[in-house]
């Protein structure tokens, strides 16, 4: 049990085109999902936690125009790279919890290239 | 949420245990000790979790000291498929009232092992 998984796995775009990434919770509801950003060599950094029905609260230098959460159901989120730009480029990891502080489970991840 | 120190790196031969250290010498009375692992190119990957006592599942072992200032992640008989960056982190779990649900991931320890 406990699986999430993300879509697509990989995807390269134009710079300025925007870029939808979607993460399910496969055999749970998840009451809150979040969405982390790592770039090569470096740790999983937060971007933002969201709660269904609800607006993202978004980590400090995140800007929240720019990536825009969505959490229509207890078992989907989007994150949408707006404008998207080379600095962009990384791998974009979103995590599910069952319930409030609960063990958080993990997507395998989705590799963003803009070039 | 307190933070953790672990070795940057260690390396064990396949077959044997892999005992992987860390330290949380702040930890508060309600902050779970967590251990994620993350495989290359894959997003990470929920080993264990506990609180005080030591716990086991299929995956690993999780020894905590009674003074809960440190814990060891021990997998039994480590693989060629456990090389990995392995991350203790701690964090409030159990409905604590207040407390949100981040998980801060810091540079964790790389475990490689070898033939």
């Known amino acids: 049990g406990a699986v999430v998984s993300q879509h697509p796995s990989r995807v390269i775009c134009k710079s300025g085109t925007s870029v939808k990434i979607e993460c399910r919770s496969l055999d749970f509801q998840a009451t809150t999902m979040f969405w982390y950003r790592q770039f090569p060599k470096q740790s999983l950094m937060l971007m933002a936690t969201?709660?269904?029905?609800?607006?993202?609260?978004?980590e400090q230098g995140v800007e929240k125009d720019k990536f825009l959460i969505n959490h229509a159901s207890l078992t989907l989120s989007t994150l949408t790279v707006t404008s998207a730009h080379p600095e962009d480029s990384s791998f974009y990891i979103c995590?599910?919890?069952?319930?409030?502080?609960?063990?958080?489970?993990f997507g395998p991840g989705t590799r963003l290239l803009v070039l | 949420d307190a933070k953790t120190t672990q070795p940057t790196s260690m390396d064990c031969a396949e077959g044997r245990a892999a005992n992987l250290p860390c330290n949380h010498s702040?930890?508060?009375?309600?902050?779970?000790v967590y251990w994620y692992r993350q495989i290359h190119s894959q997003g990470p990957q929920y080993i264990i979790h506990?609180?005080?006592n030591n716990e086991t599942n299929e995956m690993a072992s999780l020894i905590i000291t009674e003074d809960r200032k440190s814990s060891t992640l021990i997998l039994p008989h480590a693989t060629l498929r456990d090389t990995a960056v392995y991350y203790c982190?701690?964090?409030?779990?159990?409905?604590?009232?207040?407390?949100?649900?981040?998980?801060?991931f810091g540079k964790g320890i790389t475990l490689s092992v070898r033939p």
């Open positions: 506990g609180l005080k």
């Open positions: 702040t930890i508060s009375g309600n902050e779970y």
């Open positions: 982190i701690v964090r409030v779990g159990g409905g604590t009232t207040g407390a949100n649900s981040k998980l801060t």
């Open positions: 969201s709660n269904e029905g609800s607006k993202a609260t978004y």
């Open positions: 995590s599910a919890e069952r319930g409030v502080q609960e063990t958080q489970y």
